[in-house]
């Protein structure tokens, strides 16, 4: 069955500082993986999307990170701001005919000033 | 606002009702996906269209939901019969697609339903 884990489940940080998110899935065979950002009550925003070629993918100060052989990813977040407060959730979709992506749950993201 | 909007934001029903959504898209864009997002989840897949056409439904678009994109343009979305579990966030995204490349999407607001 096709997962996709992401830890930890919230986070909370004080502005200015890193944070690394995780994602673990076990989606076969891999197509692509993509990090959103989502604000409460808006729709997701896409940040970065990665193909098995590639291993480093940056937006600003998101960097996200792909290792297909031990299947995760992370999203690195730099200098963390206030507006960065929101749900990030990694979408794991498999190599085929069709297009059925696998969701994670999401980590809730904190910055306090 | 040429983003991707969707009418009504927030349905109220009874169970039992039938409602219907709407999604505009990004001017031009050939792809449209329609998802389901409940409180503390992530969004679960639905259906895509690429233009006119349906390609993917997922196993969670049960017989009482159907979805049209009737000119390639504008789709709609329709639960019959609604159920309390019915409630969620509904969203749709757009995409501009070439060939096998992953495309990248456009959320809509969402339209949220209460099933009473």
């Known amino acids: 069955k096709n997962q996709v884990e992401q830890s930890p489940q919230s986070l909370i940080i004080l502005e200015g500082k890193n944070c690394t998110l995780q994602?673990?899935?076990?989606?076969?065979?891999?197509?692509?993986l993509r990090w959103y950002k989502q604000d409460t009550g808006r729709g997701p925003v896409s940040l970065t999307i990665?193909?098995?070629?590639?291993n480093t993918k940056s937006n600003g100060r998101y960097t996200a990170t792909l290792d297909a052989d031990t299947k995760q990813s992370s999203l690195h977040i730099t200098a963390s701001q206030l507006s960065d407060s929101a749900s990030y959730i990694c979408?794991?979709?498999?190599?085929?005919?069709?297009?059925?992506?696998?969701f994670g749950r999401g980590t809730s993201l904190i910055v306090h000033p | 606002d040429t983003g991707v909007s969707q009418n009504p934001r927030h349905k109220i029903t009874k169970r039992g009702q039938n409602v219907t959504f709407r999604c505009d898209p990004i001017?031009?864009?050939?792809?449209l996906y329609w998802y389901r997002q409940t409180l503390g989840q992530g969004p679960e897949f639905l259906t895509y269209?690429?233009?006119?056409?349906?390609?993917?439904k997922s196993r969670l678009l049960s017989d009482r939901f159907s979805a049209e994109r009737p000119k390639g343009s504008f789709s709609t979305l329709e639960i019959q019969r609604t159920e309390q579990g019915d409630s969620a966030m509904y969203l749709c995204?757009?995409?501009?697609?070439?060939?096998?490349?992953?495309?990248?999407?456009?959320f809509g607001p969402g339209t949220r339903l209460t099933v009473l």
């Open positions: 995204a757009s995409s501009l697609s070439f060939g096998g490349a992953p495309d990248t999407q456009y």
């Open positions: 994602c673990n899935y076990t989606v076969s065979p891999f197509s692509n």
């Open positions: 990665m193909t098995f070629s590639e």
């Open positions: 979408v794991v979709s498999a190599e085929g005919g069709s297009y059925i992506p696998t």
């Open positions: 001017s031009e864009h050939n792809r």
């Open positions: 269209f690429q233009n006119e056409a349906q390609l993917e």
